[in-house]
């Protein structure tokens, strides 16, 4: 947990002089992608990586974060954080709703259930006036910290940095508490935990909630960088692919995981927007979907898992010749 805990300071280090340091909005931007989707990617990681739960629809919990800015600025004039609050209390509440029933399914009925469930969603917000419909919402410009906008991006690379450090905290947490053992021992055979006492639905509902509010969190964020909220930026399902991709490339399971494949897929990302351009849309999922593909069959454990899988190895290769000559001393 040491490592863990120093590799999150230096990051924030490195982060905090980045923001504070860096006046290029180009590159601004792009830290300030990496340090979102590793908050989105870590938020699935929860029920995907370490439950063992594929969601294709983990985009409905960023939505609630992003609507509940909208609807705190445009329609309820408070000051958006008091937007996250609501946030959290919205997704969590959606969670139970929509876990309590399908977090009971294997496999990949469960993310099938989830795709409806994330359909539904975006179906009925774009028929509810109040939720802005189709069109959804332009946030009003007030700069202030007050009403978490700013005119410089280093103040939100600031906010995206905190978020992400409160995650990355408790994810270090959950691999040590209970939760984390119990989710790990669910993945792995559900039925032998069952036997041993574990409540699959009462542990998977916690981790669920926890991981909504997480994302609900980056979609207040979001909502206050871009000050635009609709439909397919916040409920498309390609939002839940990319989250699933994120973790996927970085390693199932894993602390650092989502925020390697941040990196990777933001990178990517930004690569295909500039060689496709607006033509491009719908080819970047069918390549993400490849990536996912590919390295679920090849690289299972994601770039941070195999890393680490070969460096167990090697451990036990210098200790296991040190191990058989002692054994084989008089």
């Not at 894993?254 to 351009?277: E, H």
Request: hydrophobic share 55%; charged share 10%.
């Amino acid at each position: 947990m040491k490592a863990h805990l120093l590799a999150l300071a230096a990051i924030v280090a490195i982060g905090i002089t980045i923001a504070l340091g860096m006046h290029d909005p180009v590159a601004l931007d792009l830290v300030f992608a990496v340090l979102l989707w590793a908050v989105l990617g870590q938020s699935w990681n929860w029920v995907s990586g370490y439950g063992g739960d594929v969601s294709f629809g983990h985009a409905i919990f960023f939505a609630c974060g992003a609507y509940a800015a909208a609807l705190a600025t445009v329609s309820w004039h408070v000051s958006p954080w008091l937007a996250v609050p609501a946030a959290i209390v919205a997704a969590v509440a959606l969670a139970w709703i929509v876990g309590y029933p399908t977090l009971g399914l294997r496999g990949h009925y469960f993310s099938i259930a989830t795709i409806a469930v994330a359909a539904i969603v975006d179906a009925v917000v774009r028929t509810q006036p109040w939720l802005g419909r189709a069109n959804g919402f332009q946030l009003p410009i007030a700069n202030g910290f007050a009403n978490l906008q700013f005119a410089d991006k280093g103040p939100y690379v600031l906010t995206a940095l905190a978020l992400f450090a409160i995650v990355q905290l408790a994810t270090i947490a959950l691999g040590r508490s209970r939760l984390g053992y119990y989710l790990r021992a669910l993945r792995a055979n559900h039925e032998a935990a069952a036997a041993l006492g574990i409540d699959e639905r009462r542990w998977k509902l916690l981790a669920f909630s926890i991981s909504a509010a997480f994302a609900s969190l980056g979609g207040v964020l979001f909502a206050q960088y871009t000050l635009f909220v609709d439909p397919p930026s916040t409920l498309d399902i390609s939002i839940s692919v990319d989250m699933a991709l994120v973790g996927v490339i970085g390693g199932l399971g894993t602390i650092w995981g989502p925020t390697v494949g941040a990196i990777v897929f933001v990178a990517l990302a930004k690569y295909l927007a500039l060689q496709l351009g607006g033509t491009g849309k719908g080819y970047d999922l069918i390549l993400y979907g490849a990536i996912i593909v590919l390295i679920a069959t090849l690289r299972p454990r994601g770039v941070v898992g195999t890393i680490i899988d070969r460096i167990r190895r090697r451990q036990a290769a210098v200790s296991t010749p040190s191990a058989r000559g002692q054994v084989g001393r008089p």
